[in-house]
């Protein structure tokens, strides 16, 4: 308990929205005042659920404050626990999604709460700790960084295959197969200075899930899932499948990996919380870990446990988190299964279902959680719960590299004797997912941006900067300043590199202008990917953004420089940032076409993405101006109106995006590397990217008047 003990018994929830459905009706029946901590939308589903939580009648009701807190925030976290310690009885703390799992174990041990243990819950958020702790059960591996990508590279050419871990991330982002070493040699040499991956040799074998439930240092429940992932056709390993009880497993087998998983439990030391692993049975019946994890398991395991058993795991997990004593759980009385199905890249077109007496798919954008199954009796005939839409309609499908990629999924059971794989057959035959293929992709306007590399050899940035010489001895101010100046007056831009920690950026900059803030208000903004805006033209997402100049849409002037540095460098190739000379544009034009572009006004809009938040504001200018004695070019192959029958401003537009595809340079980004140009000259792009972790910083830079 904790410190108000006169107030309303509370219980503090951490998970992702979306999945909370059976915690919050079982907290409710408790009358328990129920405190959730989530993370900032990742996905479209989880913008989606926050249009709910103040919707009379929805699940979403029995929430009594909730605080929106990024998964690293472990002090904003323990200090909300604190503030909502004051007002309320605070009876019990759960961890139930990823980011949250070690501040739900941390805070637990501060209240004096049942909890995972310190232990538990530092190490199953550490890929490295985990082969540390656990090398009984761990396949051969090295830590690897910009320091020792060569010797890694050197150590694993022996052991291929090999799988990379990013360290930063979670689930099975960034989790990929290398099968030779001239492609792992070229990934781990672009590692940035604090990025840091696991690569350990491929241990091949049926996978599975084995979930332990602890309470009070006791197992009171566990679980073995077998998984099916996409492994066999990509180098990635997203799941696709998973099975309770499994169809592919002996009872000796089941028992080898309940002892080895039992054993893991014990050695990380857990009390009271769920200890989710995942383990490899090889064809000599070893066991190895694969990766562990301090909460319950994600997509729709928990949903199978329920039909498969006729109970929730929802109500053990509170009942642990409470204290409680004499916790059972049944055995298995049917076989449950879900599926994710594979789709071509392309927008959302459709879901359709042929299935005898369904309503039809559920759209999570419109239900904003997902529902609770209802059991069948054990000898019930074979039953399609749930066929769920995870993506809105139009959303871009992407190619399933990770599981943030899945877009539809299908869960079903069956009597223990019945034939689940052609269950499984029929259900796929059942459900299309029309994304419209590669045709109506293209259709898009974003296919206008040239996929990475586009044909041809990119062109690496040659006006590059360090802050150090050939001693690594930081540059005298007076000598980096003067080059950084000459640099960007004579190239357009500047790429900083072997930039200090201690390094100001926002300090630095500002001796070029005062700031001025983005679309959205901010002075420095944060360049992070949001899944949810993946459907429309937009910078916040991870697709390729086509050729422009900045601040088009501005009333006046455009901001003279823009300036971008790196907080965290995606993992593997994309992501980097492209820019082209305008000059080079403008000699091509005559003398006439020139004055024609100087002269007419055109309409310029926000990119769709910003629209789509309500920001609808345009302005009206030429596409060449000046400013004391300075040209500035205006450019946007996508959010200028096109006159009909304005030739020149077709031609400009396409010759602009044509030169810009021949001939730009790319931008790749290490930890606290600075882009700095010249948004009077330079147009700039995106290449996609697939790593969510990317983080860039943003500042626009005014233009100042010469004295």
């Not at 455009?558 to 992501?575: D, E, I, Q």
Request: hydrophobic share 40%; with cysteine.
């Amino acid at each position: 308990m904790t410190e108000n003990e006169t107030g309303r018994s509370a219980f503090v929830l951490f998970g992702d929205l979306p999945k909370i459905g059976s915690y919050l009706a079982d907290l409710h029946a408790r009358d328990l005042a129920v405190l959730v901590i989530t993370a900032p939308p990742r996905s479209s589903m989880e913008r989606a659920s926050l249009d709910f939580v103040d919707c009379p009648g929805h699940q979403f009701a029995a929430i009594s404050e909730m605080a929106s807190l990024r998964g690293d925030d472990l002090a904003g976290a323990a200090d909300q626990v604190r503030r909502w310690s004051g007002q309320y009885r605070v009876a019990g703390i759960f961890g139930g999604t990823e980011v949250f799992a070690e501040a739900a174990g941390v805070i637990a041990d501060a209240f004096g709460l049942p909890g995972t243990g310190l232990r538990a819950c530092r190490v199953c958020r550490n890929k490295l700790l985990q082969r540390v702790y656990l090398r009984q059960w761990s396949p051969p591996s090295r830590l690897a960084s910009a320091a020792t990508a060569a010797e890694t590279a050197s150590w694993a050419a022996e052991r291929l295959p090999v799988v990379v871990k990013p360290l930063h991330l979670w689930s099975s982002i960034g989790v990929r197969q290398f099968t030779d070493a001239g492609s792992l040699g070229g990934y781990l040499g672009a590692l940035g200075p604090q990025e840091q991956v696991l690569v350990e040799q491929r241990v091949t074998g049926r996978e599975f899930n084995v979930d332990i439930l602890t309470a009070k240092g006791r197992p009171v429940f566990s679980a073995v899932t077998q998984k099916g992932t996409n492994e066999h056709t990509t180098d990635y390993f997203a799941e696709l499948a998973h099975t309770y009880p499994p169809a592919n497993l002996t009872g000796d087998e089941a028992g080898l990996l309940l002892q080895a998983a039992t054993e893991v439990v014990d050695r990380l030391q857990f009390e009271t919380g769920w200890a989710h692993a995942e383990y490899r049975l090889s064809d000599d019946g070893r066991v190895f870990l694969m990766e562990i994890a301090a909460r319950p398991p994600g997509d729709g395991c928990l949903a199978l446990f329920h039909l498969a058993t006729g109970e929730p795991t929802e109500h053990l997990v509170i009942d642990a988190a409470l204290g409680r004593d004499g916790l059972t759980y049944p055995e298995p009385a049917r076989r449950a299964r879900q599926v994710y199905f594979e789709h071509d890249p392309g927008p959302l077109q459709a879901v359709t279902m042929t299935w005898p007496g369904s309503p039809g798919p559920i759209w999570l954008d419109q239900a904003g959680i997902w529902p609770v199954p209802q059991p069948r009796e054990p000898r019930d005939p074979a039953t399609l719960h749930q066929v769920l839409v995870l993506k809105r309609l139009q959303e871009r499908l992407e190619p399933i590299t990770e599981s943030g990629h899945r877009a539809v999924t299908a869960i079903f059971d069956a009597p223990l004797e019945s034939d689940i794989d052609e269950m499984d057959r029929q259900v796929r035959d059942a459900i299309t997912v029309d994304s419209g293929g590669q045709e109506q992709e293209d259709k898009a306007l974003q296919a206008s941006a040239p996929p990475r590399n586009a044909g041809r050899v990119p062109k690496s940035a040659d006006s590059v900067l360090s802050m150090t010489d050939g001693n690594g001895r930081p540059l005298p101010d007076d000598v980096f300043r003067a080059a950084y100046t000459q640099l960007l007056a004579t190239n357009g831009y500047v790429h900083l590199v072997d930039v200090p920690e201690s390094f100001d950026h926002v300090g630095f900059l500002r001796g070029f202008g005062s700031f001025l803030p983005g679309p959205e208000g901010m002075v420095v903004g944060d360049m992070i990917a949001d899944p949810g805006s993946d459907d429309v033209y937009h910078s916040g997402n991870r697709r390729a953004l086509v050729p422009h100049t900045e601040g088009y849409d501005l009333n006046g002037l455009p901001p003279r420089y823009l300036a971008l540095w790196c907080a965290v460098p995606p993992s593997g190739t994309g992501g980097e940032t492209t820019l082209f000379d305008g000059r080079k544009l403008l000699a091509t034009l005559t003398a006439e076409e020139r004055r024609r572009l100087e002269t007419r006004a055109y309409t310029w809009t926000l990119a769709e993405g910003l629209r789509r938040k309500g920001m609808l504001y345009q302005a009206d200018h030429p596409v060449l101006d000046r400013q004391d004695g300075t040209t500035i070019l205006r450019f946007s192959y996508n959010n200028v109106t096109r006159p009909a029958g304005d030739k020149l401003l077709d031609e400009f537009l396409e010759r602009g995006k044509r030169m810009f595809d021949e001939q730009h340079v790319e931008v790749r980004y290490r930890r606290g590397d600075l882009l700095h140009w010249d948004n009077w000259r330079m147009l700039h792009a995106r290449n996609a990217f697939d790593d969510p972790a990317r983080h860039l910083k943003r500042v626009q830079i005014r233009y100042q008047p010469p004295a």
